[in-house]
């Protein structure tokens, strides 16, 4: 589902080409593969330089399995990955060990819970210079130095780099996890719902401080979450994830404003709302999310589409390209297809 852009073979930064992450399923006694889980499943995707991208979906849509498929921190099954703009751009599928160990300066990744993603054995120094040392900075001194600049740099004195995880708060944690993943200069940072286990006042202080460091640090996000309130705040554009597959692609403000697919309507309805006048009509989905075992025939979402039709059954839509103002909304739904053919 690659998106339609000016310009943007010169300002895509990742390119995702029919990206498939499947874990097989052993049975028997000689643990054969019977079947597989399709975690993700054919997804195409661009992500631009500079952006905040949201990911969004329920639990188990494969938002997380897509994040960490892009950085290679799981192999995927098939497809493309390519790292650079244009020409320059290579596969990262096809990189030996060593050259994705080397291209692991320029991609890093938020873990979401702040409390196992530091060694409670190590103070903070020791967990942030290890990155440090394994691309090349050799000096105690300079690594100290580094260290405190990045604590400074997400509001934390350069002192709690002496401290030990257990001293710190989740939301200090989560912004030590932060400055880690800023030590070795990174172009891509995927957050892997970075902000869902703080509190919300610690939320917005974090997101704030993401958006800052954005700036600053000329950075480009990949924000996966399942807070559509979080994810509006903070987003450039927003993908929604529906069992393994993209089902809808938009610039954030078109996605709030034009809703297409039913299922990012469902989760739109769901948003609280305090304003009694501007409440959306609840759209309830019926049934469970089926099995990525056993994914169903033709649209994934029809067993729990209310707008479900006969061809949504038997034939998975393609997707749809509706562009405005230079910028595309893309959408996979027979009945959208139908609409504005």
């Known amino acids: 589902m690659a998106e339609n852009r000016k310009n943007a073979a010169n300002d895509t930064l990742i390119r995702v080409r029919g990206l498939k992450t499947w874990y ?46 892009i950085l290679q921190l799981i192999q995927p099954y098939e497809g493309q990955v ?74 934390l004195p350069a002192e709690y780099m002496e401290r030990y995880p257990n001293e710190f708060s989740g939301g200090q944690r989560q912004r030590i996890g932060i400055a880690r993943a800023l030590s070795v200069s990174p172009e891509f940072i995927v957050c892997d719902e970075a902000v869902s286990a703080l509190d919300v006042s610690i939320q917005a202080q974090v997101l704030k401080l993401l958006k800052e460091l954005k700036e600053r640090y000329h950075l480009t996000y990949m924000f996966i979450t399942h807070d559509l309130s979080v994810v509006e705040y903070i987003s450039d554009r927003i993908v929604v994830m529906y069992l393994g597959h993209i089902v809808e692609v938009a610039d954030t403000e078109e996605l709030f404003a034009n809703t297409l697919h039913p299922y990012t309507k469902a989760l739109l309805s769901a948003i609280p709302i305090a304003d009694i006048n501007k409440r959306r009509k609840r759209i309830p989905l019926q049934g469970d999310v089926p099995s990525p075992v056993n994914p169903p025939a033709g649209c994934p979402f029809h067993p729990r589409c209310p707008e479900c039709r006969e061809e949504c059954r038997k034939e998975a839509p393609k997707p749809a390209t509706l562009v405005k103002d230079g910028r595309a909304h893309i959408v996979c739904c027979h009945q959208v297809q139908a609409e504005i053919s």
Not at 34 to 39: D, L, P, R, S, T
Not at 47 to 55: A, D, M, N, S, T
Not at 122 to 146: D, N, V, Y
Request: charged share 30%; hydrophobic share 35%.
């Open 82 to 155: 390519i790292y650079g703009a244009g020409e320059e751009g290579r596969d990262l599928m096809q990189m030996n060990k060593q050259e994705l160990n080397q291209m692991r300066s320029r991609m890093q990744i938020v873990f979401q819970d702040p409390y196992s993603s530091l060694n409670p054995a190590f103070t903070i120094f020791k967990s942030m210079q290890e990155p440090l040392i394994r691309f090349g900075m050799k000096s105690k001194r300079e690594r100290k130095e580094k260290i405190a600049g990045l604590l400074q740099a997400v509001n």
């Open 24 to 69: 097989p399923i052993k049975k028997g006694l000689f643990k054969r593969t019977a079947g597989y889980v399709k975690a993700v499943d054919n997804v195409d995707l661009d992500v631009y330089k500079g952006e905040i991208l949201g990911v969004v979906g329920e639990s188990g849509c494969g938002k997380t399995t897509l994040g960490k498929s």
